[in-house]
């Protein structure tokens, strides 16, 4: 991806490291790509699609949601199609190879959000030092990637690194991982979380603003042009309308994820909970401050209206009118205390 497009331009035996970029769910958006692969695999049925309760069973988000399956199982057929090639070439037991993506389906609470539609992605691995046929069920953090690879390669881990060498022989299972959302494109939020085993604490540092902030990019989404349809003609039911379209949020959520896996029920407020509730408080208080997290206190004014700049010159037309209005609106919320 870096020195040459393909490792066939390395020399004869030489150990590469590749990153294949493959577009996964977002080629449901590709009609070509959707109609080759549909051709091979068949079409998922929409009505046999089963959604999380807070999305309704609408025509276009079931069809969205089918359109995705039918993009993973193409992703499949090409990851085959990399293995094959490695097999091919003599070196795919010589070679290690971990498949993971970057975030959830891009829904409206999955991509870009610290819930577990967003943020439990796909991870699979084989190779030299990968142990056959196993399943693991401890939390892994996208870095624990880098502190792999770096150890399967025979480099010694640097001082200070957070990521973890999930086969080392004194290799400790994490007993919760953090994540973490910003600005997205003109869109400014702050929200942090961490989730252990059973339980998931959210922090929306900006609990004035709505879930569904305006995005030019995900607003121009079929799924979320049909979610504020609905919600303007009052299709949606009480937990659809409250969890995405409530004018503001809550400071915390904490879920119990083996009750409710869809995080639907906001605990932060039930006496039963407050233990749990005061220890992942703590446990986020402490990452914060461990790592030296700059973005909860948000970016300053000079460099959004600089980042904003460079952003509104690569639009054109509507996109770049609906982007204005947009970044009008941060400012004025912004200015509001929101």
Partial sequence: MYDGADWSGRKPNQPFFMQVQLNGGKQRENENWLKTGRQR???TDPDAVQLPPYYPRDRVILEDWAAYLDAVRQTDRQVGEVLARLEREGILD??????????????????????????????AMRGPGVPKGEVREDLVSHIDMTASTLALAGVPLPAGIEGRDLFAKDFTPR??????????????????????????????????????????????????????????????????ERLLF????????????????????????????????????????????ETGDRGASGE????????????????EGPKAEELKRNIALMKAWAAEGK
């Fill in 41 to 43: 695999f068949g079409v």
């Fill in 94 to 123: 010589q070679t290690v190879v971990m498949f993971l993506t970057d975030h959830g389906i891009s829904h409206a609470r999955g991509k870009q959000f610290l819930y577990d539609e967003g943020i439990h992605v796909a991870l």
């Fill in 175 to 240: 007993d919760a991982v953090f994540s973490a959302r910003d600005r997205c494109d003109e869109t400014v939020d702050h929200i942090r979380s961490v989730r252990t085993d059973r339980y998931k604490y959210i922090r929306n540092y900006l609990p004035g603003r709505p879930h569904l902030q305006p995005n030019r990019y995900k607003d121009n989404k079929l799924i979320l042009k049909r979610l504020r349809e609905l919600h303007a003609a009052g299709g949606l039911d009480e937990l659809q």
């Fill in 246 to 289: 409530s004018p503001t949020r809550a400071e915390e959520e904490l879920y119990d994820l083996e009750a409710d896996p869809h995080e639907v029920r906001n605990l932060a407020a039930d006496p039963a909970h407050r233990a749990t509730l005061e220890a992942l408080r703590k446990r986020l208080d402490d990452w914060v401050a």
């Fill in 300 to 315: 300053s004014a000079a460099m959004y209206d600089s980042d904003m700049k460079a952003y509104q010159g690569s639009q």
